[in-house]
Nanobody, 122 residues
Framework: VQLQASGGGLVQAGGSVGLSCSAS????????MAWYRQAPGKQRELVAD???????NYADSVKGRFTISRDNAKNTMYLQMNSLKPEDTAVYYC?????????????????WGQGTQVTVSS
């Protein structure tokens, strides 16, 4: 199983950008999914998460500006980021708890995507 994040890039303050994260491989099901970010010199922090049923949770710093969503049929999660601020600059990582097939049955564990850079210029 692999998680592949895409999107991001350089954007001006006040602008918008979208991220996506897709799971591939022998995926049976995906439970919770989440976006984290890590700015230079700072710890990785939770940005938003979404349950398999669609319930969402946001960090206070992004409430009202970011929207997390998922398409279960495509094993894909999205993050739409609006009204971006320079302090949103970070590497964004996706995380998901995935059940996959094995030779003997199934196993569930968390997976991380490779990270994608978002840079917001002032």
């Amino acid at each position: 199983v692999q998680l592949q994040a895409s999107g991001g890039g350089l954007v001006q303050a006040g602008g918008s950008v979208g991220l996506s994260c897709s799971a591939s491989g022998s995926v049976v099901s995906i439970n919770g999914m989440a976006w984290y970010r890590q700015a230079p010199g700072k710890q990785r922090e939770l940005v938003a998460d979404i349950s398999s049923g669609g319930a969402t949770n946001y960090a206070d710093s992004v409430k009202g500006r970011f929207t997390i969503s998922r398409d279960n049929a495509k094993n894909t999660m999205y993050l739409q980021m609006n009204s971006l601020k320079p302090e949103d600059t970070a590497v964004y990582y996706c995380n998901a708890e995935i059940t996959r097939r094995t030779t003997w049955g199934t196993i569930t564990r968390p997976y991380w995507g490779q990270g994608t850079q978002v840079t917001v210029s002032s």
